[in-house]
């Protein structure tokens, strides 16, 4: 870990090489996160826990700190918490604004790091595996391996069964869904007989049911205020064939965009990432919340 992240500790190699230089102000034994040393690091550069000593220093501490120097790098010199008479206090109730950054998908990245809580900031692995750093064959990679995924592929049959419980006027959040009708029951009223059928979304989303609320709560959390929210009337005049079928969520936008970039010849002459800025980064989100990985 390094304790002292901020601008003037940064070096820009003007030469070709290729070598890096790995500064560290201390190395941690392994299997240790966290260490209890006297306080480092700069005014206006330090992390919430520190300023606000409920810990020792962690590698989410770095971090957070590291979010910040994205930011300023990002923004012409800004910082996220603000000018230097209130940034201590600011960092320390993790009150900030990003809005001098002008890509989505960085401010989605900045957002994540800088997080009050050290336990919800990004990992570095997860940081490096961010939408911010994927190309157009990472992009086309995931689309495919997410795209694929059995929740996806039954996405417009698993939505009948969320209507169809919602539809249940017994049905109240919190409750087991399956109080009021069980999975069997439901196969019945939506007349699934092929026994295979029926095994396939049971391993999706478990006797209970519980699954099946998780994953169409995590993409309504997701899918709320974003550019791609009711995406079929914004992409039926670019594809007529749209599916009217799949829910207007970030969910049903996968499964229709998954086909098409399988399928249709023109996908990346369309733009539709351009249209969509916030899909990877919503895309990134469900599979984080509900451990899928590509």
Same mark, same amino acid.
């Given at each position: ?39 480092? #690091? ?163 989303? #478990? ?44 969910? #049903? ?42």
């Amino acid at each position: 870990m390094h304790r002292d992240i901020k601008p003037g500790n940064v070096l820009m190699d003007s030469g070709e090489s290729e070598a890096g230089r790995l500064d560290l102000s201390r190395t941690l034994k392994d299997g240790r996160s966290t260490l209890h040393t006297a306080r480092a #690091g700069t005014r206006g550069w330090e992390a919430t826990e520190i300023l606000n000593q409920h810990t020792g220093y962690k590698k989410s501490s770095d971090i957070q700190v590291a979010g910040m120097l994205v930011f300023y790098i990002l923004s012409d010199g800004k910082h996220p918490f603000g000018d230097v008479k209130d940034r201590e206090e600011n960092i320390k109730t993790g009150q900030y604004v990003l809005e001098d950054l002008q890509d989505t998908v960085a401010e989605d990245l900045v957002a994540w790091m800088i997080n009050k809580e050290p336990a919800e900031r990004l990992t570095i692995d997860e940081v490096l595996g961010h939408p911010y750093f994927w190309d157009d064959d990472k992009q086309d990679a995931v689309l495919r391996k997410l795209g694929d995924r059995p929740e996806i592929q039954k996405y417009e049959t698993l939505a009948k069964f969320h209507d169809l419980y919602m539809k249940d006027k017994e049905h109240t959040e919190g409750r087991e869904p399956t109080a009021t009708l069980t999975i069997y029951e439901a196969f019945d009223v939506l007349k699934i007989e092929n026994e295979k059928k029926r095994k396939d979304i049971i391993s999706i989303v #478990g006797e209970d049911l519980n699954d099946l609320w998780k994953l169409f709560n995590t993409a309504e959390d997701v899918t709320n205020g974003k550019s791609f929210f009711d995406w079929q009337s914004k992409l039926s005049g670019i594809w007529p064939d749209v599916n009217k079928k799949l829910l207007g969520d970030v969910l #049903g936008l996968l499964r229709f965009l998954r086909n098409k970039v399988v399928h249709a010849e023109d996908f990346k002459e369309k733009k539709i990432f351009v249209l969509f800025p916030d899909f990877f980064i919503s895309i990134h989100r469900v599979a984080k919340a509900l451990n899928w990985k590509y």
